[in-house]
C-alpha cells in the first residue's frame, strides 16, 4: 500500500522560502511516475503546484514557475518543494501525491502552511 | 491553461436522491477527466477517471460519463457519507487544472 506523509515548518515569515519534503512509503519513486504537489488555500480550490519524476525532469504550474523548486531524492524515497518570496497568499494545506494520467492518488494527508510574521 | 468550470457550485439534496454535476473544460480533453470527493479536513479521494471508470473500491452508485469538453458525475442514490464536495480535474496536459468544486449539502 502506496504511503505519502508531508513534512515541514507550520509557519513560514513572509518573503522566506517554504519548504516541504514528502516521504513515500511502500512504492519506490524509481519505479516510476510523476509525483507532486497540491496546495488548498483555507475554504478554498485545488491548485496543482507541479511534478517530478524519478530522473529529476519537472512541470511546474505557471503561476508559481518563478519561485518553485521541485527536487527528488531516490535514495531517501523523498522528493521535496521550495517556494520562494512566500506572502500570506501562499497560506494553504499543502498536499504531496502520485500524479498519472488516471488521477492523482495517492494523496498524504495535507500539512497547514501559514504565511505570518 | 485549460479551464474547468462546474456547476452548480453548491446543490441541497436529500438521501436517496438522484445527484448530477457538471464540468465543462475550455477544450477538448478527450477523456482525461477525473472526479474527487473531498471531505471537510481530508484529503481528495479519487472516484472517477477516465470520466467514466470507477476506482477501485468505490461504491457502484457514483458514475462519469462524457468526453471532448463536457463531463458528468452521477450519484444514482444519495446516501450520508456522500455528502462533501466534488471536483473535476483534467489530466490531458499540465498544468492540471481542477474545477471549482462542487459542494453538496443535506435538504
Known amino acids: 500500500q502506496v504511503q505519502l506523509q508531508e513534512s515541514g515548518p507550520g509557519l513560514v515569515k513572509p518573503s522566506e522560502t517554504l519548504s516541504l519534503t514528502c516521504t513515500v512509503s511502500?512504492?519506490?519513486?524509481?519505479?516510476?511516475?510523476?509525483w507532486g504537489w497540491i496546495r488548498q488555500p483555507p475554504g478554498k480550490g485545488l491548485e496543482w503546484i507541479g511534478t517530478?519524476?524519478?530522473?529529476?525532469?519537472?512541470n511546474y504550474n505557471p503561476s508559481l514557475k518563478s519561485r518553485l523548486t521541485i527536487s527528488v531524492d531516490t535514495s531517501k524515497n523523498q522528493f521535496s518543494l521550495k517556494l520562494s518570496s512566500v506572502t500570506a497568499a501562499d497560506t494553504a494545506v499543502y498536499y504531496c501525491?502520485?500524479?498519472?494520467?488516471?488521477?492523482?492518488?495517492?494523496w498524504g494527508q495535507g500539512t497547514l502552511v501559514t504565511v505570518s510574521s | 491553461d485549460i479551464q474547468m468550470t462546474q456547476s452548480p457550485s453548491s446543490l441541497s439534496a436529500s438521501i436517496g436522491d438522484r445527484v448530477t454535476i457538471t464540468c465543462r473544460a475550455s477544450?477538448?480533453?478527450?477523456?482525461?477527466l477525473i472526479w474527487y470527493q473531498q471531505k471537510p479536513g481530508k484529503a481528495p479521494k479519487l472516484l472517477i477517471y477516465?470520466?467514466?471508470s470507477l476506482q477501485s473500491g468505490v461504491p457502484s452508485r457514483f458514475s462519469g460519463s462524457g468526453s471532448g469538453t463536457d463531463f458528468t458525475l452521477t450519484i444514482s442514490s444519495l446516501q450520508p457519507e456522500d455528502f462533501a464536495t466534488y471536483y473535476c480535474?483534467?489530466?490531458?496536459?499540465?498544468?492540471?487544472?481542477f474545477g471549482q468544486g462542487t459542494k453538496v449539502e443535506i435538504k
Open positions: 517530478i519524476y524519478h530522473s529529476g525532469n519537472t
Open positions: 480535474q483534467q489530466s490531458y496536459s499540465t498544468p492540471r487544472t
Open positions: 511502500g512504492y519506490s519513486i524509481s519505479s516510476g511516475y510523476y
Open positions: 501525491a502520485r500524479d498519472s494520467t488516471t488521477g492523482i492518488d495517492p
Open positions: 477544450q477538448s480533453i478527450s477523456s482525461y
Open positions: 477516465a470520466a467514466s
